[in-house]
């Protein structure tokens, strides 16, 4: 998938500059050992997606093309809010760069994604017409429903609202704070 720079934080913006392939800093994607996706907009550059498996690298190229072959990148970094996850994005390319894959131990497991499958699941619920009970069944089980949902304590009807309204806004454009991470909140 391709993020704007305004709208993620981890996207660099490169300038693609050509060289020789035995150039010591030479990048060619053609041969990155990873699926290399390219968006071309006529005047705005291109967007780069490098990708394996889930692991993904985004780069922003203003100006040259990583499509002819192999370049040097140079690097357009500015500021101190987007600086960690931009950093973040580089040692990954350090690591595909040096390695030939992407490096397992810069792609850590996103602790927020079980949270997000619930709100997935939550909205194709809606979405299908479910009532909220039976948004809470279908994510905590019948048992749980049955025992709980009328308790003495609303925590599962307040959890299903909570998901509900957390849902509905991502669809109203929400979304975006999950792609400038947990520091935006």
Same mark, same amino acid.
């Given at each position: 998938?391709?993020?704007?720079?305004?709208?993620?934080?981890?996207?660099?913006?490169?300038?693609?500059?050509?060289?020789?392939?035995?150039?010591?800093?030479?990048?060619?994607?053609?041969?990155?050992?990873?699926?290399?996706?390219?968006?071309?907009?006529?005047?705005?550059?291109?967007?780069?997606?490098?990708?394996?498996?889930?692991?993904?690298?985004?780069l922003n190229v203003r100006s040259g093309?990583?499509?002819?072959?192999?370049? *040097?990148?140079? &690097?357009?970094?500015?500021?101190?809010? #987007? $600086?960690?996850?931009?950093?973040?994005? /580089?040692? @990954?390319?350090?690591?595909?760069?040096?390695?030939?894959?992407?490096?397992?131990?810069?792609?850590?497991?996103?602790?927020?994604?079980?949270?997000?499958?619930e709100l997935l699941r939550t909205l194709?619920?809606?979405?299908?017409?479910?009532?909220?009970?039976?948004?809470?069944?279908?994510?905590?089980?019948?048992?749980?429903?049955?025992?709980?949902?009328?308790? *003495?304590?609303? &925590?599962?009807?307040?959890?299903?609202? #909570? $998901?509900?309204?957390?849902?509905?806004? /991502?669809? @109203?454009?929400?979304?975006?704070?999950?792609?400038?991470?947990?520091?935006?909140?």
């Open positions: 998938m391709f993020w704007l720079p305004e709208l993620h934080d981890a996207v660099v913006t490169v300038d693609a500059i050509s060289a020789d392939a035995d150039h010591p800093d030479a990048l060619d994607i053609r041969s990155a050992g990873v699926e290399a996706l390219l968006l071309c907009v006529s005047g705005q550059g291109e967007q780069l997606l490098l990708r394996q498996g889930s692991r993904a690298i985004r093309t990583v499509d002819q072959g192999p370049v *040097r990148l140079r &690097y357009a970094l500015a500021g101190m809010a #987007r $600086l960690e996850p931009q950093l973040l994005t /580089l040692r @990954r390319l350090v690591g595909l760069w040096r390695l030939g894959r992407m490096p397992a131990d810069l792609f850590p497991s996103e602790r927020r994604a079980p949270r997000w499958i194709d619920a809606l979405a299908a017409g479910a009532s909220q009970r039976e948004i809470a069944a279908a994510l905590f089980g019948f048992e749980t429903v049955e025992r709980d949902w009328r308790g *003495r304590s609303d &925590y599962l009807r307040l959890r299903v609202q #909570r $998901l509900t309204a957390t849902g509905r806004a /991502l669809v @109203r454009g929400g979304y975006r704070f999950l792609l400038r991470g947990s520091n935006s909140r």
